[in-house]
Protein backbone atom coordinates (compact mmCIF):
# COMPACT_ATOMS: atom_id res chain seq x y z
CA UNK A 1 0.00 0.00 0.00
CA UNK A 2 2.78 2.39 0.75
CA UNK A 3 4.26 1.68 -2.93
CA UNK A 4 0.94 2.97 -4.24
CA UNK A 5 0.56 5.94 -1.77
CA UNK A 6 4.03 6.76 -3.14
CA UNK A 7 3.50 6.68 -6.64
CA UNK A 8 0.17 8.51 -6.26
CA UNK A 9 2.45 11.58 -4.78
CA UNK A 10 4.91 11.31 -7.24
CA UNK A 11 2.28 11.39 -10.02
CA UNK A 12 0.88 14.50 -8.31
CA UNK A 13 4.16 16.29 -7.60
CA UNK A 14 4.75 15.59 -11.28
CA UNK A 15 1.62 17.45 -12.91
CA UNK A 16 1.94 20.60 -10.26
CA UNK A 17 5.78 20.67 -11.12
CA UNK A 18 6.05 19.20 -14.79
CA UNK A 19 7.94 22.12 -16.28
CA UNK A 20 10.64 21.41 -13.33
CA UNK A 21 10.32 17.82 -12.54
CA UNK A 22 11.44 17.74 -16.58
CA UNK A 23 14.17 19.92 -16.40
CA UNK A 24 16.43 17.19 -15.07
CA UNK A 25 14.77 14.22 -15.92
CA UNK A 26 15.75 12.30 -19.15
CA UNK A 27 13.94 9.27 -20.50
CA UNK A 28 13.28 7.99 -24.40
CA UNK A 29 10.00 9.38 -24.56
CA UNK A 30 11.10 13.28 -23.69
CA UNK A 31 14.02 13.12 -25.72
CA UNK A 32 11.83 11.64 -28.73
CA UNK A 33 9.46 14.39 -28.11
CA UNK A 34 12.05 16.93 -28.69
CA UNK A 35 12.99 15.39 -32.33
CA UNK A 36 9.15 15.05 -33.08
CA UNK A 37 9.01 18.90 -33.11
CA UNK A 38 12.32 19.62 -35.56
CA UNK A 39 10.75 21.04 -38.58
CA UNK A 40 12.08 18.37 -40.82
CA UNK A 41 10.37 15.53 -38.37
CA UNK A 42 7.12 17.59 -39.21
CA UNK A 43 7.66 17.98 -42.62
CA UNK A 44 8.35 14.34 -43.80
CA UNK A 45 5.60 13.28 -41.14
CA UNK A 46 3.32 15.81 -43.45
CA UNK A 47 4.55 14.15 -46.54
CA UNK A 48 3.68 10.29 -45.34
CA UNK A 49 0.33 10.98 -43.87
CA UNK A 50 -0.72 13.29 -47.04
CA UNK A 51 0.37 10.43 -49.27
CA UNK A 52 -1.52 7.96 -47.18
CA UNK A 53 -4.56 10.04 -46.85
CA UNK A 54 -4.68 10.91 -50.57
CA UNK A 55 -3.45 6.95 -51.42
CA UNK A 56 -5.27 4.75 -49.04
CA UNK A 57 -8.10 7.22 -47.46
CA UNK A 58 -9.01 8.34 -51.06
CA UNK A 59 -9.06 12.20 -50.21
CA UNK A 60 -8.93 14.72 -53.09
CA UNK A 61 -5.08 16.07 -53.02
CA UNK A 62 -6.76 19.72 -51.62
CA UNK A 63 -8.86 17.81 -48.95
CA UNK A 64 -5.84 15.76 -47.96
CA UNK A 65 -3.42 18.17 -47.73
CA UNK A 66 -5.95 20.31 -45.66
CA UNK A 67 -7.06 17.24 -43.46
CA UNK A 68 -3.24 15.70 -43.06
CA UNK A 69 -2.49 19.80 -41.45
CA UNK A 70 -5.70 19.71 -39.35
CA UNK A 71 -4.89 16.45 -37.96
CA UNK A 72 -1.26 17.12 -37.80
CA UNK A 73 -1.64 20.14 -35.78
CA UNK A 74 -3.63 18.74 -33.50
CA UNK A 75 -1.66 15.21 -32.84
CA UNK A 76 1.21 18.16 -32.07
CA UNK A 77 -0.84 19.92 -29.41
CA UNK A 78 -1.98 17.55 -27.68
CA UNK A 79 0.61 15.06 -27.79
CA UNK A 80 3.23 17.37 -27.02
CA UNK A 81 2.19 16.77 -23.45
CA UNK A 82 0.80 13.43 -24.08
CA UNK A 83 3.93 11.60 -25.23
CA UNK A 84 5.68 12.62 -22.43
CA UNK A 85 3.16 11.23 -19.94
CA UNK A 86 3.46 8.25 -21.61
CA UNK A 87 6.96 8.23 -20.42
CA UNK A 88 6.26 8.61 -17.32
CA UNK A 89 3.52 6.28 -17.13
CA UNK A 90 6.15 3.58 -19.22
CA UNK A 91 8.86 4.51 -16.02
CA UNK A 92 6.55 4.32 -13.50
CA UNK A 93 4.64 1.27 -14.29
CA UNK A 94 6.26 -1.46 -16.72
CA UNK A 95 9.98 -0.17 -16.58
CA UNK A 96 10.28 -0.40 -12.98
CA UNK A 97 9.90 -4.03 -13.31
CA UNK A 98 12.22 -4.18 -16.09
CA UNK A 99 14.76 -2.82 -13.85
CA UNK A 100 15.26 -6.49 -12.05
CA UNK A 101 16.32 -7.61 -15.25
CA UNK A 102 18.94 -5.29 -15.94
CA UNK A 103 16.66 -2.94 -18.48
CA UNK A 104 17.26 0.71 -17.42
CA UNK A 105 15.78 3.40 -19.05
CA UNK A 106 17.33 3.58 -22.56
CA UNK A 107 16.89 -0.52 -23.40
CA UNK A 108 15.97 -1.59 -27.03
CA UNK A 109 12.72 -2.50 -25.72
CA UNK A 110 12.05 0.74 -23.66
CA UNK A 111 12.89 2.58 -27.20
CA UNK A 112 10.66 0.42 -29.29
CA UNK A 113 7.05 0.82 -26.57
CA UNK A 114 8.23 4.76 -27.10
CA UNK A 115 8.23 5.08 -30.57
CA UNK A 116 5.62 2.65 -30.83
CA UNK A 117 3.21 4.38 -28.12
CA UNK A 118 4.11 7.79 -29.72
CA UNK A 119 2.95 6.96 -33.03
CA UNK A 120 -0.38 4.86 -31.72
CA UNK A 121 -0.62 8.51 -29.53
CA UNK A 122 -0.44 10.37 -32.72
CA UNK A 123 -2.86 7.93 -34.58
CA UNK A 124 -5.61 8.10 -32.46
CA UNK A 125 -5.67 11.93 -31.84
CA UNK A 126 -5.33 12.06 -35.84
CA UNK A 127 -7.88 9.51 -36.46
CA UNK A 128 -10.43 11.41 -34.47
CA UNK A 129 -10.12 14.86 -36.28
CA UNK A 130 -10.29 12.95 -39.25
CA UNK A 131 -13.90 11.48 -37.89
CA UNK A 132 -15.39 14.75 -36.85
CA UNK A 133 -13.86 16.74 -39.78
CA UNK A 134 -13.80 14.58 -42.54
CA UNK A 135 -16.59 11.72 -41.51
CA UNK A 136 -13.97 9.17 -42.17
CA UNK A 137 -14.39 5.89 -39.96
CA UNK A 138 -12.98 4.61 -37.39
CA UNK A 139 -11.95 1.48 -38.21
CA UNK A 140 -9.10 -1.05 -37.43
CA UNK A 141 -8.11 -1.02 -41.03
CA UNK A 142 -8.47 2.84 -40.97
CA UNK A 143 -6.06 2.91 -37.54
CA UNK A 144 -3.79 0.00 -38.70
CA UNK A 145 -3.15 2.49 -42.45
CA UNK A 146 -2.84 5.74 -40.08
CA UNK A 147 -0.48 3.65 -37.56
CA UNK A 148 1.74 2.61 -40.32
CA UNK A 149 2.23 6.32 -41.64
CA UNK A 150 3.24 7.40 -38.31
CA UNK A 151 5.57 4.67 -37.19
CA UNK A 152 7.59 5.09 -40.56
CA UNK A 153 7.51 9.19 -39.11
CA UNK A 154 8.33 8.87 -35.42
CA UNK A 155 10.63 5.98 -36.79
CA UNK A 156 12.48 8.45 -38.85
CA UNK A 157 12.78 10.79 -35.25
CA UNK A 158 14.09 7.99 -33.43
CA UNK A 159 16.98 6.71 -36.62
CA UNK A 160 18.15 10.48 -36.34
CA UNK A 161 19.13 10.22 -32.05
CA UNK A 162 20.95 7.33 -33.21
CA UNK A 163 22.90 9.19 -36.19
CA UNK A 164 22.75 12.78 -34.28
CA UNK A 165 22.17 12.23 -30.30
CA UNK A 166 20.67 15.53 -28.53
CA UNK A 167 23.52 17.16 -26.65
CA UNK A 168 22.25 16.57 -22.98
Known amino acids: MKEVQRNVALVILLVIFTPVATADVVWP ?3 LEGRLLTWWAILFGLIVEGFVLYRWFKLSIPAAALADVAMNAASTLIGY ?9 YELGIARYLYRFGLYTFNPLAWLVTVVGA ?38 AFVSLMVRPPEL
Request: no cysteine; glycine share 8%.
Open 119 to 156: AAINTVIELAVLKIGWKIKYTRSNFGRLLIANIVSVAL
Open 81 to 89: FAIPWAGYG
Open 29 to 31: SAI
